[in-house]
Structure formats: structure tokens, C-alpha cells
């Protein structure tokens, strides 16, 4: 396992997430947008609460996102989004808007797949050897849709785990996520002492050492960590942070043009 960095751009608008060995030649890029690209929230969500100004408003910014980063907006394959550990595979950048899961896996190349987080951690995979690559979004609720999407993996695409490159993005960490006493036994006993901790009486869960846990049970052996935290880290976006005025900041993984170099 290695830690990587974030790689912000100048624009402030998008950092990109390191992906595999580092070694460069992947086809695939990842990245997350930042608190400054605004709120990249599905405007389906806001307009199914009835508020159209707000869903005017994620759709423009969505737009002025995808648009700077090159991608077709037709390109973007997103779920509905429900904190499960439900994972879909995808034959092609199809409509799955409207599909209550948690991530997504293909083989296509002209698909991009996309989550929108906002603490939760959005976890990157790639299959060197079969061409696949996937996208999860793993909260608390959800941890454990790792299994899912490996196990999808498995079947559709036929990976051999071991052959599997993942990245842990950004997410709140075991320094800020203080949850309730039930809330940290259930993670413990589960993910494993690692995945809580303990400063006086108050409870932490480490979302991160309980996705470790999970890839290396997995046999997963090529494994990059972001550390950065949510909560911490004025540039990422945060609900436990922000409140109300948070920004859902949108993870994407698929064939882009390669602005970090330029």
C-alpha cells in the first residue's frame, strides 16, 4: 500500500487521483471535482424535492465542469444513489440514472463513471489485464460494497484479484468522524480494530482502514491511498463540515484528455 497526494490543477476546479503503479500508462484518469467547481449534486435529485432553481444550478455547473475537462456530458454513466452496496455492470455509457446502486464497473471505453460524495470515500479500480475499471461510492452505510464490486469483477469481466489496481480517494477521516457508541462497536466488530478509534470518550471510525481491510483479505496487492480528509481540507468539500450548504463533488474515472500536463 502507498499513500499518494492529491494532484490539484491551477484552476482550482478538479484534482486528480493517482491511479495503478504510478507508472503512467494507463488510458484510464481519475479525479475528483473541488468545492470550487460548486455543487455537481444529479439535478434529478433536486428536482424531485421540487427545488428547479437548484437543479438549474447543479445541471450549469455539471456542465462547465465536464465541458473544461473535455468529456461529453453523454459520456457520464451515474446511478441513484442510495448508500448500498449494490454495484451495476455497464455494457455501454447507457442511462443508468434512475438505477438504485453505489457503483458502477464496465468495459467500455467510452464510458466515464461518475459518483458525487461529500465525506463518503469514492474508491477507483482498474483490471490492467481485462480491460475493466470500475467506481464506488463507500460511506459508512456502504462499506463493504468493495466484496460487491470485486466480486462482479469476478464474474463479468473474469479479473483475477490479484492483478487488480485500486485507489481510496478522499474522504472524512478518523480524525474528524465522530460517531455514536453503537455506530463504532457495529464497525469494529465487523471491519476490525483498526477501522476505529478511541481519543478519551469520544468514537472515531477510519473509513479507510476498513476498506484496506477489505482489499487485502481480497488478495488485492496493488493498493494507493488518499489521505486527504474531507473535513480538513478547505479545497474538498464536507457535510459533516459545511451543513446544509455543502457541495456534492463529483469522482469520475474513464478515458479523458490529459490536462495535468499540460
Known amino acids: 500500500m502507498r499513500e499518494v497526494p492529491l494532484a490539484q490543477e491551477m ?5 486528480w487521483i493517482p491511479l495503478g503503479n504510478g507508472d503512467g500508462q494507463s488510458r484510464l484518469r481519475a479525479g475528483i471535482s473541488l468545492r470550487a467547481a460548486g455543487d455537481l449534486c444529479d439535478p434529478a435529485r433536486h428536482a424531485e424535492r421540487g427545488d428547479q432553481t437548484a437543479a438549474a444550478a447543479s445541471a450549469a455547473a455539471r456542465r462547465r465542469f465536464l465541458g473544461g475537462l473535455g468529456i461529453a456530458e453523454s459520456r457520464l454513466a451515474c446511478c441513484w444513489q442510495v448508500h448500498s452496496r449494490s454495484v451495476l455492470w455497464l455494457d ?19 464510458s466515464v463513471l461518475g459518483v458525487t ?6 474508491i477507483f479500480l482498474t483490471d490492467p489485464a481485462t480491460g475493466a475499471f ?3 461510492h463507500s460511506g459508512w452505510k456502504g462499506t463493504g ?9 469476478e464474474v463479468r469481466a473474469g479479473s483475477r484479484l490479484t492483478d487488480l489496481e485500486v485507489t481510496i480517494g478522499p474522504g472524512i477521516g478518523s480524525c474528524c468522524y465522530q460517531v455514536d457508541r453503537e455506530r ?13 478509534r478511541r481519543s478519551g470518550e469520544r468514537l472515531y471510525l477510519d ?13 488485492v496487492e496493488e493498493i494507493a491511498v488518499v489521505r486527504a480528509c474531507t473535513a480538513c481540507t478547505p479545497v474538498l468539500s464536507s ?21 495535468s500536463r499540460s
Not at 184 to 196: H, L, T
Not at 207 to 219: E, F, P, V
Open 207 to 219: 473509513l479507510h482502514a476498513a476498506n484496506l481491510r477489505i482489499l487485502r483479505k481480497a488478495g
Open 184 to 196: 463504532y462497536e457495529s464497525f469494529r466488530r465487523r471491519f476490525g480494530p483498526k477501522s476505529v
Open 145 to 153: 460494497i468493495l466484496e460487491s464490486a470485486l466480486n462482479l469483477l
Open 92 to 110: 455501454s455509457p447507457v442511462d443508468c440514472a434512475r438505477e438504485e446502486a453505489d457503483g458502477m464497473l464496465t468495459r467500455d471505453e467510452g
Open 117 to 122: 460524495v461529500a465525506d463518503c470515500l469514492p
Open 239 to 259: 457535510y459533516r463540515r459545511d451543513g446544509p450548504s455543502f457541495a456534492h463533488m463529483l469522482a469520475f474515472i474513464g478515458e479523458t484528455p490529459d490536462r
Open 134 to 136: 470500475g467506481l464506488v
Open 11 to 15: 484552476d482550482q476546479s478538479v484534482a
